[in-house]
């Protein structure tokens, strides 16, 4: 079921104020993890998209600057207060913006990252390109979240029925790990599984084109998903 921008807004309207309480906790480790991979560089300009209410904002390193956008307002304006409260000086903006429809200039920033937003936003494939052409050449995309388990078992059969009530979860439940790879058209250069449960991936994109052929991605899949470097 596809949801859309309306859809969305109205979903994280409901979450914002409760957002950090619900899901701070459990995305933890994801964003930490990308955090940790950005944070090896500095003097890097990065665009964050699906900001939300900015858990990770203080956890980049003082010499990058961020750029944050998401499209709930009400998510947003949490995360300017925390912004705020930390008097966070590397945080250049935050835009209420459609990642699907970046209004900044080519080759903006050196990282991209998207942390838990695919399965939200109702145009991958637009989002993708989006992070795509924003990002220098030879810059890095980094995305976390959650993926459906792709073998029949509790957890699957879950995952399929909460995917009916997408529109009202303000995420697809079922969202595939395969349907991102064939959109995304960048070089996936690694890919780890995070805790909790193994329940998230996080995959490193460098953004130069992808050659990978399918029964090339195939094994490099295999590889990957035992948290390999690829
Ligand atoms: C699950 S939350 C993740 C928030 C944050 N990245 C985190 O780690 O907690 C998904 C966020 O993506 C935002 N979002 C969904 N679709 C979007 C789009 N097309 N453009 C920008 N933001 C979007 C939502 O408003 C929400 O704040």
């Known amino acids: 079921m596809l949801m859309d921008i309306a859809a969305v807004r109205d979903a994280y309207r409901r979450y ?3 957002y950090d309480i619900v899901f701070g906790g459990v995305f933890a480790l994801g964003r930490r993890r990308v955090i940790r991979e950005v944070n090896r560089r500095g003097g890097l300009r990065v665009l964050e998209v699906g900001v939300g209410t900015g858990l990770s904002l203080p956890a980049y390193r003082s010499d990058n600057r961020i750029v944050g956008i998401d499209v709930s307002p009400e998510m947003l304006e949490i995360a300017e207060r925390r912004v705020a409260k930390h008097a966070l000086g590397n945080v250049e903006s935050l835009h209420n913006m459609d990642a699907a429809a970046l209004t900044f200039p080519d080759g903006s920033f050196d990282v991209v990252v998207a942390m838990f937003v695919m399965p939200v936003v109702p145009d991958p494939e637009g989002v993708m ?3 795509r052409r924003v990002c220098k050449p030879g810059g890095y995309i980094y995305i976390v979240n959650h993926f459906q388990q792709e073998t029949p078992g509790l957890r699957y059969h879950a995952e399929r029925v909460l995917s009916h ?7 697809h439940a079922d969202y595939k790990l395969k349907g ?3 959109i995304a058209k960048v070089e996936l250069t690694a890919m780890h599984v995070v ?3 193994g329940w998230f991936r996080l995959l490193e994109f460098r953004n130069v084109r992808s050659t990978r052929s399918d029964e090339g991605w195939e094994s490099s899949g295999e590889a990957a998903a035992t948290g390999a470097q690829i």
């Open 16 to 18: 914002a104020k409760v």
């Open 129 to 131: 390109a989006e992070l």
């Open 165 to 171: 009530f997408s529109n009202w979860l303000g995420w």
């Open 180 to 182: 991102l790879l064939d």
């Open 195 to 197: 805790p909790p449960f």
